[in-house]
């Protein structure tokens, strides 16, 4: 089965960009990820579907300063004119015929 | 505006079962794929448990396996989760979320405290 691995943590100043990577397993660099946001307290929320040529899909009412791309087996979540707001926790998921699987997380922190 | 709205949870024994349900309204359920997601209080998600849009086939986390029954009633937009045998690791907030090639939804949570 797919495994996603995203680092801890993430800071960066308000205003500023965050490139958030999820990289997939060997074997699993072609399956499409999905980017879920999750703010303190709150229940996750859908950002994008991303495969690795093309971001699609994007939840409704997401800013246009979300935006996803991929590199073979990494897929990013970069965040431009970053906000207050936009300090959560972020996840990526994959799946395959009978099994989903989610990222460790992204803490990203708006200095 | 779509919603999926996320009860039965509580306290419970361990050893003992609570059967959760999700209201789901603002989208055509039956032709969605669902599946519930748990968060242990301060960890990340843990995927436990998918159902197709039929209602067949459906899959689950080995460590819920033989405990843990998802089902879906297409006349009532609901989703449930039927919990038996619980464990003090069961101990969650429990999501139910749609899943599909297009955008994905999800609920507000239910918290599942399994202690004695």
């Known amino acids: 089965q797919p495994v996603l691995t995203q680092s801890s943590s993430a800071s960066a100043s308000l205003g500023s960009s965050v490139k958030l990577t999820c990289t997939l397993s060997s074997g699993h660099k072609n399956y499409v990820i999905a980017w879920h946001q999750q703010r303190p307290g709150m229940a996750p929320r859908y950002l994008m579907k991303?495969?690795?040529?093309?971001?699609?899909n994007k939840g409704s009412g997401v800013p246009d300063r979300f935006s996803g791309s991929s590199s073979g087996a990494d897929r990013y979540l970069t965040i431009s004119n970053l906000q207050s707001e936009d300090e959560a926790d972020y996840y990526c998921?994959?799946?395959?015929?009978?099994?989903?699987?989610f990222g460790g997380g992204t803490k990203v922190t708006v200095l | 505006e779509v919603q999926l709205v996320e009860s039965g949870g509580g306290l419970a024994q361990p050893g003992g079962s609570l059967r959760l349900s999700c209201v789901i309204s603002?989208?055509?359920?039956?032709?969605?794929?669902m599946k519930w997601v748990r968060q242990t209080p301060g960890k990340g998600l843990e995927w436990i448990s998918y159902?197709?849009?039929?209602?067949?086939?459906?899959y689950y986390v080995d460590s819920v396996k033989g405990r843990f029954t998802i089902s879906r009633d297409t006349a009532k937009n609901s989703l449930y989760l039927q919990m038996n045998s619980l464990r003090d690791e069961d101990t969650a907030i429990y999501y139910c979320a749609s899943h599909s090639m297009v955008e994905d939804y999800w609920g507000q949570g239910t918290l599942v405290t399994v202690s004695s």
């Open positions: 159902i197709s849009a039929t209602g067949s086939p459906s």
């Open positions: 991303l495969d690795d040529t093309v971001t699609y």
């Open positions: 603002g989208l055509s359920f039956r032709t969605y794929e």
């Open positions: 998921e994959t799946w395959d015929i009978d099994t989903w699987v």
